[in-house]
């Protein structure tokens, strides 16, 4: 059966009109944010100007408020040292587990997959008061080593998850091979599972960084100072005063924070859905 060219047309048209919104729609944020943090004061708190278009010209003003009045590159880097080691934890100890549940035998196996999902259900809400005890009995409470510490326990439960599903992708005859071959389960791990196992890795370490970059409640909950708070408790604590919005300066460190992330997803998005639809095939 023949399919006329005008329909062949019409289907396309109709492809390329979704997919533009769907573009327009996830890059408004961005350019709300970029058109805000240019505006003069004059024509950010004029209502009668459009909130979309910039008329009385550009100003870095709000950036540069941003780098000498508050401590901007401070937060920056704290929350760089707490997501690479948030990063760093979790796929070391998301991997172990994984990898003990999906390829070992063991009596519990079953009770301890089933605890650590359980575990990523409980919400951060109910955990950060025990939390904040043991911090304190620690001395860490107002550093970011707390939250190095306290990020790992909603970012592990759930990589540990997503990487049973991925190695259970994995043909457990390589595992028998290597033992054959005199392999040990440490060597079989690193010299076979972990690198078949690198999309699956890097979605893990994608959804640690951004779980761990964006994370608010922990931060507040644990961290008061000024100089050691993390990017997105430091950007709204300080630029937020009562009823006083930097309407300006905080949609800059917004757009600012967001960078990372976006670069990070746009290089490694091929690994991160293969790790996502191969750890969706077989669980």
């Known amino acids: ?24 729609f996830l890059l408004f944020p961005f350019y709300w944010m970029l058109v805000t943090s240019l ?8 209502l009668s100007y459009n909130p979309m278009t910039i008329r009385l010209g550009i100003t870095f003003s709000h950036y ?12 920056f880097a704290n929350t ?4 690479v080691s948030v990063t760093a934890i979790t796929l070391i100890f998301s991997l172990l587990a994984a990898f003990s549940i999906t390829r070992l035998r063991f009596r519990g196996r079953t009770a301890f997959a089933l605890g650590i999902f359980a575990a990523y259900l409980v919400p951060p809400t109910l955990l950060f008061i025990p939390l904040y005890s043991v911090l304190k009995v620690s001395g860490l409470i107002d550093s970011i080593w707390a939250l190095v510490l306290t990020y790992p326990t909603f970012t592990i439960p ?38 078949l ?3 699956g890795l890097t979605t893990v370490a994608l959804f640690s960084f951004t779980l761990s970059w964006s994370q608010f409640l922990y931060g507040v909950a644990f961290v008061s ?17 009562g009823d006083v919005f930097y309407w300006g300066s905080l949609m800059g460190g917004a757009l600012l924070a967001s960078v990372p992330v976006v670069v990070l997803y746009a290089f490694f998005a091929r690994y991160f859905i293969s790790g996502l639809t191969a750890g969706a095939v077989k669980s």
């Open 158 to 195: 759930f990589c540990t998850w997503l990487l049973m599903g991925y190695l259970k992708t994995i043909p457990k005859e390589l595992d028998e091979s290597a033992t054959i071959d005199g392999a040990s389960k440490l060597q079989t791990l690193t010299k076979i599972i972990v690198p």
């Open 1 to 24: 059966m023949k399919i006329s060219k005008k329909k062949l047309t019409v289907a396309a048209i109709t492809r390329i009109a979704i997919l533009l919104l769907f573009i327009i």
């Open 225 to 241: 100072s000024s100089p050691e708070k993390p990017l997105a408790v430091g950007v709204v604590s300080e630029l937020v005063r």
């Open 39 to 46: 505006k003069t004061d004059r024509e950010l708190y004029n």
């Open 197 to 199: 196992a690198l999309p």
């Open 80 to 83: 760089v040292v707490i997501t």
């Open 64 to 75: 540069a408020y941003l780098f000498k009045h508050t401590l901007f590159l401070r937060w």
